[in-house]
């Protein structure tokens, strides 16, 4: 379930820099709009529209929770010095009970190191708990609010670079070659916009 980083250019197989530096990177993904919020201001624009091929897992089979935590100790117990999970390349926290399953993980699995991004808002109930997360964990846990302007530690889509009022994306400007070339994300705690896709 957890893929490598090393088969999406994107990612990158690992982090290059930063307080995460050499760790490999792993991904997971879920159904988009399936696990989603309906608010979401991607709804129509979804990154996943342009990925046809992408293995997306389903959150509703009985064995997910079960097969996805055999894949996160076998990542611990095989990399020593941790590793890196970027969720969700595509879908989101579908429920509460989801990102307490995280927050479980996280409590278990000290070697565990997690970003990503989601469309709750951070003062929803579920955007609550991911919230605690990135208080509880901040060096290990690093999810941003996309498109909340409420919160400084968010991302946001952008149609060109004249909107941005900020950091644009590196990797898709050309500026680092991968995410694990990057690390703005989870370093930063100011926004990161994204261009269109």
Not at 56 to 68: C, G, I, T
């Amino acid at each position: 379930m957890l893929k490598s980083g090393k088969s999406n250019k994107k990612l990158g197989g690992f982090v290059r820099k930063g307080m995460w530096k050499g760790l490999p990177i792993f991904s997971l993904t879920l159904e988009e709009r399936k696990t989603c919020p309906d608010h979401c201001e991607q709804w129509s624009n979804c990154y996943g529209n342009n990925m046809p091929f992408a293995h997306r897992y389903s959150h509703d089979h009985p064995w997910f929770e079960r097969a996805l935590t055999t894949n996160l100790v076998e990542l611990s117990q095989k990399h020593e010095q941790g590793f890196v999970v970027r969720l969700h390349v595509l879908g989101d926290f579908y429920s509460e009970d989801y990102v307490a399953y995280w927050f479980n993980m996280m409590g278990c699995i000290p070697r565990l190191r997690v970003f990503g991004y989601t469309h709750h808002r951070h003062d929803s109930p579920i955007g609550k708990r991911i919230s605690n997360l990135n208080v509880t964990f901040p060096d290990r846990w690093r999810v941003r609010f996309s498109d909340d302007l409420n919160v400084e530690f968010r991302s946001e889509v952008v149609a060109s670079l004249q909107q941005a009022q900020g950091v644009v994306c590196p990797e898709q400007q050309g500026k680092a070659a991968s995410c694990g070339d990057c690390a703005y994300c989870w370093h930063s705690e100011n926004p990161v916009y994204f261009l269109e896709h």
